[in-house]
């Protein structure tokens, strides 16, 4: 089993900045894409920004500019640094993980979220 343990979200007033992390524990061979997405009240859940192992990083065109998604490799843990934050980014964040296991399994984890509310 795999836990991921996302920290850092909270409340912070629009223009502001946030830093939120996740670290993946467990029995862990290999942690291969992650991510993190984030639902609002009356809303599916969505992509906020992806980074695989190798660092590539993909974002939601809402975020571009704003967040930037980074990774520890040695410490299974991903990070989202969100910068000039508007009333709209207000959400439950989760961290999202797709994990190789020890003999080879494979399956995707998910975090219990984090609230971001971002006052106007």
């Known amino acids: 089993q795999v836990q991921l343990v996302e920290s850092g979200g909270g409340l912070v007033q629009a223009g502001g900045s946030l830093r939120l992390s996740c670290a993946a524990s467990?029995?862990?061979?290999?942690?291969?894409?992650m991510g993190w997405y984030r639902q609002a009240p009356g809303n599916q859940r969505e992509l906020v920004a992806g980074?695989?192992?190798?660092?590539?990083?993909n974002y939601a065109d809402s975020v571009k500019g704003r967040f930037t998604i980074s990774r520890d490799n040695a410490k299974n843990t991903e990070y989202l640094q969100m910068n000039s934050l508007k009333p709209e980014d207000t959400a439950v964040y989760y961290c999202?993980?797709?994990?190789?296991?020890?003999?080879?399994?494979?399956?995707?984890?998910w975090g219990k979220g984090t609230l971001v509310t971002v006052s106007s």
């Open positions: 980074i695989a192992r190798s660092g590539n990083t």
């Open positions: 467990g029995s862990i061979f290999r942690v291969n894409a």
């Open positions: 999202n993980a797709d994990v190789t296991h020890w003999g080879g399994s494979r399956l995707t984890y």
